[in-house]
Each structure stands twice: as C-alpha cells, then as structure tokens.
C-alpha cells in the first residue's frame, strides 16, 4: 500500500508544478502579445513611409501629404507609448526572465523612426504638435539607479495629459545602442532624468511641469 | 528592565532583520515558491489522509459512565444556556454534572444553584481553570470525565455520537467540532468558516494519523484512566488543553475527533478580545511545544513526533518570515524613497497602474500562488462544510473570500505577536 506520505507528497508537488507550469505559459504569453503588436508596429511604420514615398513621387500636394501623415503618425505613436508601458509592465511581471532587454532595444530602434517622421510632421508641415526626448535609467524597475526616473515620469504624464499634442520619446541613457550614445554627445547629456524640449531646450536633472510647460505651445490633441 | 524581555526584545529583532535580509538579497519568488510548496504539501498530505479514513463514528459497544465537569468564572452570561443544552444531552445512562464555579463576582453562583440534578462545587477565590479541574478529578469515579466549558452549548447527540470512539482501550480523549454560537458580526462570521477547517478538517485529518495534540477547552470526553495517569491538567498552563493532549501522546493514547456533530461556543467579537484569545492560543503552543520538544524528531512518537508536530511549528515559523518578506518588498520603495512614492501616487494621472488593473498579464506573478490558495482552501473549507452538510449562501461569499484570501495574514500577525510576547516574557493574561 502506498503510504498517505507519498501520495500527499505526490500531490503536493503536481500542484506546485501546475503552478509553475502556469507561470511559465504567462511568460510566453506576454512575449507572444509583445512580438504580435511589434510587428504590427513594424508593419504600420513601412506603410507610412512607403506611402509617404509614394506621395512624393508623384509631386503632390504638400499640404495633403501633412494632414494624411499627420493622422497616422500621431495614431502611431500614440500606440507606441502604450506598448512602452507594456513592456516594462510585463517585464516586471516576468518570472522566467525572457531576454526583455532585446525587446526593449528593438522597440527603441522603431520608436526612434517614429521620431523621426514624428519631427518631420513638427518641422516641414509646420504641425503644433510638441516633443519631448527623455532620457532615463534602463533596467531600473525599483529606480535605485535613478530614484528621481519615477518621479520625472509622472510628471511628464501630468503634462501630457494637460498639453495633449506633446508626446514624449523616451530613451535609454549610457547604454550600448549607439545611436542614443550620439545623442547623448549631441546635447551633452551628464545625468538622468534629463529632457530634449523640441530638439532646443535641454534639463537635467528632475524638472518639473510648470518649468516644462513654458517651453511648449500647450495645445489640444490634432486629431481631436 | 529585566534580562529577559531585553534577551526576547533582541532575539525577536535578529529574527525581523533576518527575515528582510532574505528578502532582501534573495529573489523573493524562490522564497516564495519554496514556502508555497512547503504549505501545500502538507495541506495535501493532510488532505489525503483524511480521504482514506472513514468519518463515520463507530457504534458505541457500551455506553460507560460519565461525569461532565463545568468550569465556570465570571460567566453569568452564557452558564445558563450551557447548562441546559448540557443537561439535554442524550445518553443511555445518567452522567453526573458538577459545576464549579471558580470565584466568580458577577453572579454565575446565582445562576448556576437554579440548576436541579447537578452537583456544584465553589471556589471561594479563582484559582484557575486547571486547579479547579484538578480538584474535582480527584473525587471522579467514573470510567469517562469530560470538560465543557462554560460558554459552550453542545448539541443533543454529542455524547452519542462521540462515546463509540472509546470502544477501543487505547482512545484517551475524543474531541469535537466546534463551531461559533450565533456569529454576527463580520469577525464572527470570518471565525466559522476558520472553525470549520480548523476543527473539521485540521483535526479530523491530524486525528486520522494519531497526531491530533490538543483536546479543546469547549468540549472534550476523556478517558479517566488516561487524564490520571498523566498527573490531571497542568496548573499554570495558560493553553491546559493543549497540553493534556500532549501528555497523552506522550504516554502513547490515541486522540479522536468526532466531526458529525457539534458544540457551538461563544466567539470574541472585538478585535481587541480576538487577538487577547489568538495571543493565549499561540504563545500557549509555543510554550508547550517548548515543554514537550523531546517529542519532535523523535522516532519513538512515530508519524506524531517525527512529521505532524514538528512541522506545525516550521510552517507556523516561516508564515511569519513571508509575512516580514511580503511587508518588506512593498514597503522597500516607501522606506528607500518617500518623496518617489508620493509623487508617483500624486501624478498617478496615465500611469501603468490602470494597465495593471485590465491586463491580466501585467498582473504581478504571485497571484498565481495566490489563487492556487484561494482553491486549495477552498476545497478544505469545501470538505468541512460538508461534514456538517452546511451549503454556504450567496450572502456568505464575502466572507468566504476574505476567510480564504486575507485571513492568514490575520492569523500569522497574531503569531507574530505571540512569538514577541512569548520570547519577551510578557505577562500572561487569560
């Protein structure tokens, strides 16, 4: 007869096991979420700029151009921002540690492209729409590395959320993706947090809302 | 001040400092993985065990004599009821009743002399549950003695249900579900679903492998023989009924649990009275099991000595370092950074917390533990209930959830608290 210990013993462990088995299929179901919208980052972001080409190609109005890369740009990077938070929302729920690093350097690559147009819609089509490059700690979910990164983050959304055409790129500070390490050369980054206000006024160090705000012409949300 | 409580304040500390140590330099989801595994392993062994046993109460071959004695002090309230639903139990033979009443000042002698067929005994000063206990054995004749407290009100078929057990000569003692009288208020509520895992599941299954170590004050038949051969209850001992239970696993008796049928017993219904009773409660194991520490990891006491016991004090023990653990990682951002924590909550205007509260996946990865607790617990409440063919109600709900979610933290916060006291030699009150 098998004794009550083992069965017991037997049961227990299938239990733990269901449970780590669970958190496992967790796992891989945030990256699977993650790739999926990624993708379908990339795709858009091909469609824009192939579309963008074409227009130009066919030596068409200018204006006409602006209002419709205006309306998919900010869509985009609206998206964008929501899938920032969900990496590191999920990287902080991550259990069996994924290499979320990866994913986080591929997602600043597009995001950075995303800049880029997004610019272009500030600079050539004269768009009121505002930017604002932040630059934080990487890796820091308990912001030992940078105690005031949480702080300035809240504050920028409190701005975003009262001057809603400012959007904000954010960008990992001394890591080894060299397109950020030139831009931090550029503008003489030393610390984070530190803000690029529409490519001009640059702050180190926690600054606050009312000090961003007189640098931005807060307005409404373009597309609303 | 004296050496002691400064010994037990520091004793107490190390322990605190080395719980957030682990915590701190050890990623905490091992810790609580490896505690997770040691809580439901043993509520699995405990739960296989008892699917092997039969629950059924064996039919009495006879039905031996029997005294019931009532300890009473101050308890004018609830003697009266207790009384009556003792002298309405059913039983073959008549059993003698003797009531002390313990120095009471509040009238309980008054109301206890209104009772005809009993015998009543009076203390001119409290000398204490188990004093009074003591002295009435002395004079006991009969083949059973049991102990019903005074604020208990056992149902009619307790004795019959409960006496079968003592058809075997090794049964020392047969304990009882127990369940609260009339729970009321939210904390009442909360506690029957408690009793009813504690008391029907814990010790029905604990019983069925001959390690149940404590015979509970509310209601508990012994056999005579068995209480004087371990030299009565232990004056003193603010838990006595743990630690007759101990002494009888000592001596090798075999304890049993009756779960088909119930005592109902007065409940506290204050924060300040329930965590007065769960201090009692704990620091009274922890100083028994000191009492009786011979016993853990000693092959001589079999499956008692060498698994149930000792292991009810580990996981009692590492509760309380999850519990310091748990505290410490939320609290290390508030501790590190107040200002941080402040303005994340002030700006909290987009923040990640609402994606938090939609998307299950950005939810924290613990909670699997956690709901893996909410239906293991809930089978073991599930399985209790049943005994007492008890279907809960929709209104119920609430309670059972936060019985099943929240209600540990509860119970290893007073543990904590006795552990403190116990360690510091605190005063003990009743």
Known sequence: MVSVYVKGLVLGALLIIASMASLWILDKQRINVISEQMQQMSWEMEDSRLFLNYLESMHGDKNAQCTIMKHRIIQQVEKADMLARKIDAYRNSNVFSPDYYAIKKTFIYKDFELFLQFKKLRDECNESVNYIIYFYAENDPDHSACPDCGVQASILDTVRNKCRNTWVFALPYNTDIDLVKVIEKQYNIQKVPALVINGERVYQGLTEADEIEKNIDCGENPLE | ?430
């Not at chain 2, 309980?108 to 005809?116: A, D, H």
């Not at chain 2, 549950?129 to 307790?158: C, G, R």
């Not at chain 2, 007065?276 to 008692?304: E, T």
């Not at chain 2, 399985?383 to 509860?410: C, G, H």
């Open chain 2, 1 to 430: 001040m004296r050496l002691r409580t400064v010994a037990g304040v520091l004793v107490f500390s190390l322990f605190v400092f080395f719980s957030i140590a682990l915590f701190t330099y050890f990623n905490p989801y091992w810790i609580f993985t490896i505690s997770s595994t040691i809580f439901v392993t043993q509520a699995a062994i405990f739960l296989v065990a008892l699917e092997e046993t039969d629950t059924k109460d064996p039919k009495p071959k006879r039905y031996p004599s029997l005294t019931i004695i009532v300890p009473a002090y101050n308890a004018a309230d609830t003697i009266e009821k207790s009384l009556r639903h003792i002298l309405a139990m059913e039983y073959p033979k008549k059993f003698k009743v003797i009531v002390i009443d313990d120095g009471s000042t509040d009238g309980t002698y008054e109301k206890i002399k209104k009772f005809k067929g009993i015998t009543i005994i009076r203390n001119k000063k409290n000398m204490g549950k188990a004093v009074s206990l003591n002295k009435v054995l002395k004079k006991v004749k009969t083949e059973l003695v049991a102990n019903i407290d005074s604020d208990t009100y056992p149902s009619k078929d307790a004795l019959m249900k409960m006496v079968g057990y003592f058809n075997d000569p090794k049964v020392g003692a047969v304990t009882v579900l127990i369940l609260p009288s009339k729970p009321r208020n939210f904390l009442q509520k909360i506690q029957e679903f408690e009793y009813y895992v504690a008391f029907g599941f814990w010790h029905k299954s604990i019983s069925s492998l001959r390690s149940l170590y404590v015979t509970p004050g509310p209601m508990t038949i012994y056999r005579t023989k068995a209480v004087k051969e371990v030299g009565g209850f232990d004056e003193g001992n603010i838990t006595e009924d743990m630690e007759i239970a101990l002494a009888l696993q000592e001596k090798g008796w075999k304890i049993e649990c009756c779960v088909n049928t119930k005592v109902y017993t007065e409940v506290p219904h204050t924060l300040r009275s329930y965590f007065r009773q769960r201090i009692r409660w704990y620091r009274g194991k922890i100083f028994n099991g000191l009492k009786y520490k011979h016993l853990i990891f000693n092959k001589f006491y079999g499956q008692f000595g060498m698994f149930v016991f000792p292991v009810t004090f580990i996981v009692e023990f590492l509760s309380m370092v999850v519990l310091i653990g748990f505290i410490t990682i939320n609290s290390k951002r508030f501790i590190l950074d107040a200002k941080q924590f402040i303005a994340t909550i002030m700006h909290n205007a987009f923040r990640v917390e609402f994606l938090m509260n939609i998307d299950p996946l950005a939810w924290p990865p613990y909670l699997v533990f956690l709901v893996l607790t909410l239906l293991l617990w809930g089978y073991l409440l599930y399985v209790s209930m049943r005994f007492d063919r008890r279907k809960p109600k929709i209104t119920e709900i609430p309670y059972i959830l936060f019985y099943l979610i929240l209600y540990s933290f509860f119970i290893t916060f007073s543990y904590t608290m006795s552990f403190f006291h116990e360690l510091k030699g605190s005063r003990k009150v009743w």
